[in-house]
């Protein structure tokens, strides 16, 4: 069974363009989470998509938005990059809805570098 | 909110020896899961071990084991017979029981050095 996928691996980008990140969850997870984690800073909640809506967000900034698509699958949309928006991004998926738990399962990340 | 608190940024063991590795948290809520997750330079986190807040008796995986002592809102991971591959970043995580909206609340992770 594949794991939490995500791509791409590694993104560079100059301050004020966009950045787009992608997490295919495990099949049958309906849950995703985001988060940032920058150098020193553990992991920071950014964002949690259940069943194709929004359901929470973190103390971030409205450049950072996403969605989550009928399959799934979600996206992190990063506008106006700024040089401390550099960190790896982790996404997580577990089962949601009325099956909703507390087993997440991670994917390898993508490290955005924003020079 | 939540906090997670992991006081030690770095750890070293001796191969075959046993470390503990430290983790508190604050929370007013009676019923939640915490976590070890490990985080190899291949940067997945892995979940090392969880424990339900509503069971006394102590999570144990194999050479994984944690103390977890709910009065003093501690949750400690003690690895024995260290291994070269046990080397990585250990984050302690917090979970409400409903699901929690945010997720995991993770402590900043402590770096564990595994010395040959």
């Known amino acids: 069974e594949a794991g939490v996928t995500q791509s791409p691996t590694h993104l560079i980008k100059t301050r004020g363009q966009q950045a787009t990140l992608r997490c295919s969850p495990i099949s049958g997870h309906t849950s995703v989470y985001w988060y940032q984690q920058a150098l020193g800073l553990g992991l920071q909640f950014l964002l949690w998509?259940?069943?194709?809506?929004?359901?929470n967000r973190g103390n971030f900034p409205p450049r950072f938005s996403g969605r989550q698509f009928p399959n799934y699958s979600s996206e992190l949309n990063v506008n106006a990059l700024e040089l401390e928006d550099s960190a790896l991004y982790l996404c997580?998926?577990?089962?949601?809805?009325?099956?909703?738990?507390?087993?997440?399962?991670f994917g390898s990340g993508t490290q955005l570098s924003v020079l | 909110a939540q906090t997670v608190t992991q006081s030690q940024p770095e750890m070293s063991v001796q191969e075959a020896e046993t470390v503990t590795l430290s983790c508190t948290y604050d929370?007013?809520?009676?019923?939640?899961?915490l976590f070890w997750y490990k985080q190899p330079p291949s940067r997945q986190m892995i979940l090392v071990i969880r424990q339900e807040a509503y069971k006394q008796q102590n999570a144990t995986e194999n050479r994984f084991s944690v103390n977890f002592q709910k009065a003093a809102k501690s949750f400690s991971l003690k690895i024995s017979d260290s291994q070269l591959g046990d080397a990585a970043m250990y984050f302690c995580a917090y979970r409400s029981f409903g699901g929690g909206a945010d997720g995991l609340t993770f402590g900043k992770g402590t770096h564990l050095i595994i010395q040959p």
């Open positions: 998509y259940d069943e194709g809506e929004e359901r």
């Open positions: 929370t007013s809520e009676s019923d939640y899961y």
């Open positions: 997580a998926s577990s089962l949601g809805g009325m099956e909703l738990n507390e087993k997440l399962f």
